[in-house]
């Protein structure tokens, strides 16, 4: 291979990109709206649960396969298996390519939120949203923003760009997390929100309640498409992976948690209802934040919608990374190059779901599928992308790890850089579950996702009643 690599220069700067991906929109905006949805603290009990149990062991398995590599997702498998495997790495390709697309469009959301607010053209309320997604035009300018963005900064590679930026927006985007907190905590009834969110009733927890949380513990780690696998190519020998990962889960989870308490707090102190689903962040909370009063409203807000910018930034960039590692290493086309290309084709296959929130009618009611119902585009692609082809993904990569690359050369590549890992209970747990918690649970997943969703069939609750 004649093309530069390149690589991380610190191990902290890995794990600020890596938990810079896994960080985004999942976090702050999706994973309270779950919550809301899924009956509040039962949720977050086992979301934190499926982090740990399952996601942790695929984190390590993806990373594993990328340090020992040094490879793309799609090389990767070729490297370890043989070129038929090379199709789990094409199935990552695809999933990245099609959730960027219309993550960026969310992005531009966010984004464009905190512009409207600096300038004072915002308006809020459920309507407001529809209209400002609705306008293409505006919406596609910042979503245009948004990518070229992204690329530059991949376009610099992985210790000049990707680390980089992780290193100034990590910490920035923690320490803004608190302020919102602090100030979150000072509203009326901010304690009835940390009750919702914190005391759990597990009488709530039904078939679907768990399945969700497994679904937003794995999105939100970025697994399943070879993320991880593409970012631990660049990590050096003498990292501990195992110790990583632990880092990086915990971040990404700790982050999730403080997410909501900001946002019930300033839910329930307009005593609304905290399951407004989707439009939670983007139709709920400008009401909120106009309530404030005008300053502090403004500022709040701007501030808020500035932080989902830079947490979805973090993700679009690896998200990116994942097709432009591969035209890298694959194809040999300088990474400059490569990165514009991926971009451009990424944003207009992103234009369909730019457009289906409002602009178009066809594509607002894009499909009726037997049990989604009738979908949107973007929320369409997401089913595809998110929902079917991370966990099936995240199956084929377990089964791969344990099962074809296996377990001796699996522990080899973990035990470089981790002296005392050989023989204790965490290098079991790994191994037990990447052969036989982790192919279970997703391929459970995907199955019932992919008969509920299409087929209008409800496993979970044939099965649990
Ligand atoms: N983990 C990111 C989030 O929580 C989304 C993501 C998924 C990023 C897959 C990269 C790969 O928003």
Redesign the pocket.
Known sequence: MSVQRGGFSTRIGFILAAAG???????I??FPFEVGEGGGAAFVVMYLAFCFILCFPVLVAEISIGRRTKRNAVGAFKVLGHKKWAFIGYLGLA??VL?LSF?NVVAAWAFGYFIDILFGTFSVGGEAFGAFTKDWVKVGSYAIIFMVTTAFIVSRGIAGGIERAARILMPTLFIMIIGLIIYAMTLPNAFEGLKFYLVPDFGEITGSVVYSALGQAF???????G?LITYGSYLSKDSNIVKSAAQITLM?VGVAFLAGFMIFPFVFTQGLEPNGGPGLIFATLPGVFESLGYWAGNVIGAFFFLLLSF??FT??I??LE?PTAYMVDEHEIPRSKATWIVAAVIFVVGIPSLLSNGASEALGQFVSLAGAGTLDFMSFVGLIA?DTF?PLGGFLIAVFVAYVWRKENFDKELAEGADDLKGSWLQSYVNFAVSYICPLLLGLIFVVTVLDNFFGVKLLTILLG
Do not use: P
Request: net charge neutral.
């Open positions: 991906s896994a960080v985004g929109l999942g976090n905006w999706k999933s990245g959730i993550y999105f939100s780690l970025s697994l399943g498409m993320a990404d947490a979805a993700s679009t690896s998200l994942v998110n991370l």
